[in-house]
T-cell receptor, first 118, second 115 residues
Framework: DTAVSQTPKYLVTQMGNDKSIKCEQNLGHDTMYWYKQDSKKFLKIMFSYNNKELIINETVPNRFSPKSPDKAHLNLHINSLELGDSAVYFC?????????????????FGAGSRLTVL | GENVEQHPSTLSVQEGDSAVIKCTYSDSASNYFPWYKQELGKGPQLIIDIRSNVGEKKDQRIAVTLNKTAKHFSLHITETQPEDSAVYFCAATLRSGGSNYKLTFGKGTLLTVNP
């Protein structure tokens, strides 16, 4: 059983289109994340949700809208796609809302969704 | 700029040699420092972590050391094998406004172990 699963694995689309990436975790975690990995492999957090509540929202364009229907799912919708959105998007999950409160927040990552905008 | 710096960006070693990757962080409140390994086409996977109340931790061929005063921590891999080839990321907890903290990653080190 895949712990954190993302779909689709690959997504190729034209500039200006709207697309979604879905994520599901079966670990019983209460916190989920979206990370973006650019072509230089830099991993940067975009959003974090705890029990469907948005708790971290980095300086991400509002074309990106995360949605968490329940604590096991976190989807990412992107409007008006731009060339610079091309990247691998990773979903992750963990047990605790506040890393410092928990002392050790272990992230479990999905396999990634490679988005290519032409 | 980023708050977790990682060096080197690439590292090539011969099989059997040791590899060392170093990271520094800026937030003195950081108290958790994990290391992740990312193989080609996969998501990052935790390999070892250390908390701020510990100076060193070892798990078979990998070890991590932490110097809280200097705000740096390192990953040591001994007796490297070709399957150790991957991108390695250090991370540290950093403040994200209010009382929220996030895990922030270094830029990664591409380790190549030559047979």
């Amino acid at each position: 059983d895949t712990a954190v699963s993302q779909t689709p694995k690959y997504l190729v689309t034209q500039m200006g289109n709207d697309k979604s990436i879905k994520c599901e975790q079966n670990l019983g975690h209460d916190t989920m994340y979206w990370y973006k990995q650019d072509s230089k492999k830099f991993l940067k957090i975009m959003f974090s949700y705890n029990n469907k509540e948005l708790i971290i929202n980095e300086t991400v364009p509002n074309r990106f809208s995360p949605k968490s229907p329940d604590k096991a799912h976190l989807n990412l919708h992107i409007n008006s796609l731009e060339l610079g959105d091309s990247a691998v998007y990773f979903c992750a999950s963990s047990h605790y809302r506040s890393v410092l409160h928990s002392g050790a927040n272990v992230l479990t990552f999905g396999a990634g969704s490679r988005l290519t905008v032409l | 700029g980023e708050n977790v710096e990682q060096h080197p960006s690439t590292l090539s070693v011969q099989e059997g040699d040791s590899a060392v990757i170093k990271c520094t962080y800026s937030d003195s409140a950081s108290n958790y420092f994990p290391w992740y390994k990312q193989e080609l086409g996969k998501g990052p996977q935790l390999i070892i972590d250390i908390r701020s109340n510990v100076g060193e931790k070892k798990d078979q061929r990998i070890a991590v050391t932490l110097n809280k005063t200097a705000k740096h921590f390192s990953l040591h891999i001994t007796e490297t094998q070709p399957e150790d080839s991957a991108v390695y990321f250090c991370a540290a907890t950093l403040r994200s406004g209010g009382s929220n903290y996030k895990l922030t990653f270094g830029k990664g080190t591409l380790l190549t172990v030559n047979p």
